[in-house]
């Protein structure tokens, strides 16, 4: 006797399937139940619709959306929490007092928390870090590129040049790429995946999922106020900075690509005013400076718009 196909409605919808393809297959032995025929399954009718299949899954999935979503926030939250905890007790309580000391502390800190993140991120349905990175992702980067160059560009107008702080900031330097590994796997990985799994169908939901991850952004350095510095000025830059970082990584699913971005945005301004100085100070600087305000409060949260809105043909999902 021949076996009786079977087929589940999550098979069908995740792997894109046409529901002729799906009933030619035996899926006895997965143990599978059998397929509701009242219900109608179309073909997807365009590239875009087949792009979202592995972010789509069935309704009786639906009902559990914004617990997906709420779970995966909280547990950022609660990282963040935890770890300012931690830096403000150590910080206040002297636990340090050397300052190298304190750096490696926070160091070990940050890759333990941010290493917590990654596990946390239940998506299996992308590489996290080793996605490809199509040119036009670069394009997209340009922006940001040229944001994180303008410090560099002060160094040609120095006529200071201080070496005895090389050793001090060689230790900067590589906390900062802890920095951005432990604040990129906990905001754009944990935070965003459910975001990203439920809400990049439509310009909306990627303008919300954007601005979602980049207020939480923002947000996560209010506690920075124990450490001296403006909330009123820190909270809405590193806010709208967020937005286009979330834009990049939505695009390119590359968490690792972030992670660098977010450490040398940090980096390049530390090696221009660590290493180098002005006896006067040239109106060049002031324009460099302007122009990173700009990039700042401006062009990059626009290049994060215009990502949400043309993310369809960047990702190259173009109808048939």
Known sequence: MQKKKF???KYLIRKDYTEKNMIEMDLTKKGLIEKDYTKNYPAPKNHTE????ENVYTESDYSDKKKVIK???IQAVVIMLVFYAIEIAMVYLDIFPDYNTLLIADMVLRIIFGTVSIILIKSPRRPLFTNKL????????LPFL??????LVKIIFADVYVPENIAPLTIVVIQQFTVGFYEEARDRGLLMDGLIKWNTATV??????????????GLSHLPNIFFGENPLIQVPATALWGLFIAAIYMLSENLALVMLLHAFSDITP??????FG???EPAVLKIIEFLGNAFDYVILPLAAVYICIRYDKLKGNRAE
């Open 134 to 141: 199509m040119p036009k992702i670069w394009l997209m980067m």
């Open 270 to 275: 530390k090696i221009s005013h660590g290493l």
């Open 7 to 9: 087929i589940t409605e």
């Open 146 to 151: 040229i944001y994180i160059s303008l410090p």
């Open 50 to 53: 087949k792009a979202h299949t």
């Open 204 to 217: 909306k939901q990627r303008l919300f999922t954007v601005m979602i991850s980049g207020l939480i952004f």
């Open 71 to 73: 779970n995966q926030i």
């Open 278 to 280: 002005w006896t006067t």
